[in-house]
């Protein structure tokens, strides 16, 4: 079991910009994948960056080049650095923490997402 808090989410002005925190416990932190998700208001959630144990990235190509994701497992937390922020960027953010066991079993775990907020 993974308990996941995200937080740093807040109003920003257009061109801004924000660092969201996820904070981890319950877990071996390090063995998991960690993702960012988004959902605005009236869309589905969306994937936004995934950074593996081994600390390799990808993003959703809506991002690329202006977020950044990053852990670090000593303190069981994992980053989203969001600049050049858009009203585009308005949305709930979600923190996922994922993990595929060598006998095929799949977890999945979710925080309950912060609010980030675009707008002049």
């Known amino acids: 079991q993974v308990q996941l808090v995200e937080s740093g989410g807040g109003l920003v002005q257009p061109g801004g910009s924000l660092r969201l925190s996820c904070a981890a416990s319950g877990s071996i932190f390090s063995l998991y994948t960690m993702g960012w998700y988004r959902q605005a208001p009236g869309k589905q959630r969306e994937w936004v960056a995934t950074?593996?144990?081994?600390?390799?990235?990808n993003y959703a190509d809506s991002v690329k080049g202006r977020f950044t994701i990053s852990r670090d497992n000593a303190s069981n937390t994992v980053y989203l650095q969001m600049n050049s922020l858009k009203p585009e960027d308005t949305a709930v953010y979600y923190c996922?923490?994922?993990?595929?066991?060598?006998?095929?079993?799949?977890?999945?775990?979710w925080g309950q997402g912060t609010q980030v907020t675009v707008s002049s």
């Open positions: 996922k923490a994922n993990r595929r066991t060598t006998g095929g079993t799949i977890y999945d775990y």
């Open positions: 950074i593996i144990s081994g600390g390799s990235t």
